[in-house]
């Protein structure tokens, strides 16, 4: 009897790309990974080469062929980060550098372009009122066709980053709906009322075509006619890649930011949640972030530590109710807030504050922010679980785990394996391919448990008190933030 096939996974993610090799009873064969830089050239710029993605894909598609069971491989499944996008001429050529869900630089373009329609005709084209801030694809047009004409003219193509690679292994230009963040109402096709507020949208934005189709074959290389799935966004693959599959499932995904999401069929729509159209029974709910791992790296820099060192250092630190707050917006703040002119702070800082000090509330302040978010994702879907599946590189701390338990006084179920929207990626390959039967059956096969961090009631309680304070945090700095952004210099063009 021959063996079942196996399945490999890529995620473009905003640091890395991550690539597995997963055997049919989920044991990791092979992995790979590759970082890539941001460029941050002008204030509110975060770039990113699509040039070194591809780089990293193909070198890991070379090691994986040198597996022993590199013949036994059945499908492909990619998925990468989300509003991040490319604009490429008719050949599939960037013709600038890609810009990542990071960058702000179309802050003043979103604006009006989010004032120019009400949130309630939002909500009967896209199911929410879903906002449209500076990384949502219009606002990059415009902001584009206003500062980049001549790139603009020549823009034949928005890409996401894995509609990209997908494009360069098989030819076919293509997206999913799932991904269509803000553009795509509850039918899974664009909404009319979204696209008709950009000219030319509607002519450089790909087809969609259902995730668990098959986008195409490979043209070339080792893995020439493997069929590779159209797949998703990062948040939705990274949900399966963490076993998250089924109604009132819930998942708390860490990378460079944390992404909160909910499987709930129950809508209340709430300001600053995206919620997903239903798709295959599945309405997820779900609140990303700004800057999750990112401030943790920040502070590495500053310190010349490394995250993992910086959590290492933070656990010889006790919290309490007298210790400093961060508030992680470096770069503004997503969901629920979207307010991309927000800051981060530290405060209650003393001359006894040191590096300990420092990176303790580093963590506890991300895991604030991602209670804001889920606070609001479970208002969204009506309904607030109490364990929730968690992953991604940031999970790999046993202590910022704990930490983020007690401030979400919630248990956090952490799975085995860190590369989730990998897993994730080559679950859906799987599917669409017909090797594996379906998303809850698949995700319950291969996604195991590794830890359960269950929150300690007299912390919990501490961190109710202090995230109280936090939100203060936020409100009473916001004024100041505003007045700093107006004070200083335009942005470079």
């Known amino acids: 009897m021959a063996e079942a096939p196996v399945l490999i996974g890529i995620d473009i993610g905003t640091t890395a790309v991550k690539a597995v090799m997963v055997a049919p009873d989920g044991a990791v064969l092979d992995d790979y990974a590759g970082g890539h830089a941001t460029a941050r050239p002008a204030a509110g710029h975060a770039e990113q080469d699509p040039a070194i993605w591809l780089d990293h894909v193909r070198k890991a598609l070379a090691r994986f062929a040198a597996h022993p069971r590199a013949g036994q491989v059945g499908a492909m499944g990619i998925t990468s980060q989300v509003n991040t996008h490319c604009f490429c001429d ?15 630089r179309a802050g003043a373009e979103a604006a009006k372009l989010d004032a120019s329609i009400s949130p309630e005709a939002k909500t009967a084209a896209l199911g929410a009122p879903i906002p449209i801030d500076a990384s949502h694809a219009l606002s990059r047009m415009a902001w584009m066709a206003a500062h980049r004409p001549d790139l603009w003219g020549q823009t034949r193509h928005v890409l996401l980053p894995k509609d990209w690679i997908i494009a360069q292994l098989t030819a076919q230009v293509v997206s999913d709906p799932l991904s269509a963040v803000g553009l795509a109402g509850g039918d899974l096709a664009y909404a009319p009322a979204i696209l008709d507020l950009m000219p030319r949208a509607v002519d450089v934005l790909p087809g969609l075509r259902d995730p668990l189709q098959v986008a195409g074959m490979v043209t070339s290389g080792p893995f020439r006619g493997l069929p590779v799935a159209t797949g998703t966004m990062d948040a939705w693959a990274a949900m399966f890649g963490l076993g998250v599959a089924d109604e009132g499932e819930a998942m708390y995904l860490s990378g460079t930011s944390e992404v909160l999401g909910l499987i709930s069929a129950r809508r209340q729509p709430e300001a600053g949640i995206i919620t997903f159209p239903d798709w295959r029974g599945i309405t997820l709910h779900a609140g990303p972030t700004q800057a999750g791992g990112a401030s943790l790296d920040w502070l590495g820099r500053l310190l010349g530590q490394t995250p993992a060192a910086l959590c ?17 917006h470096l770069e503004g703040e997503r969901a629920p807030l979207w307010d991309p002119a927000s800051r981060g702070s530290f405060v209650g800082l003393s001359s006894a504050t040191g590096p300990a000090e420092l990176a303790a509330c580093v963590l506890e302040g991300v895991a604030f922010s991602a209670r804001l978010a889920f606070d609001a994702v479970a208002r969204s879907g009506d309904t607030a679980p109490m364990v929730l599946r968690h992953g991604g590189g940031g999970a790999q701390s046993d202590h910022w785990c704990q930490i983020r338990a007690d401030v979400l006084g919630r248990s956090l179920a952490r799975v085995a394996t860190p590369q989730a929207g990998a897993m994730g990626a080559l679950v859906m390959g799987g599917v669409a391919a017909d090797i594996l039967p379906d998303l809850v059956t698949a995700t319950r096969a291969l996604v195991q448990v590794d830890d359960v961090f269950n929150p300690d009631e007299k912390a919990a309680d501490r961190a109710t008190r202090r995230f109280a304070l936090y939100s203060a945090l936020y409100q009473a700095t916001a004024p100041v933030n505003a007045a700093l952004l107006q004070a200083g210099p335009p942005a470079a063009q």
């Open 90 to 104: 008719a050949a599939l050529i960037p013709l600038a550098p890609a810009i990542t869900w990071q960058d702000t």
């Open 312 to 328: 290492q250092l933070a656990a010889q630190v006790q919290l309490t109710d007298t210790s400093p707050l961060f508030l992680p």
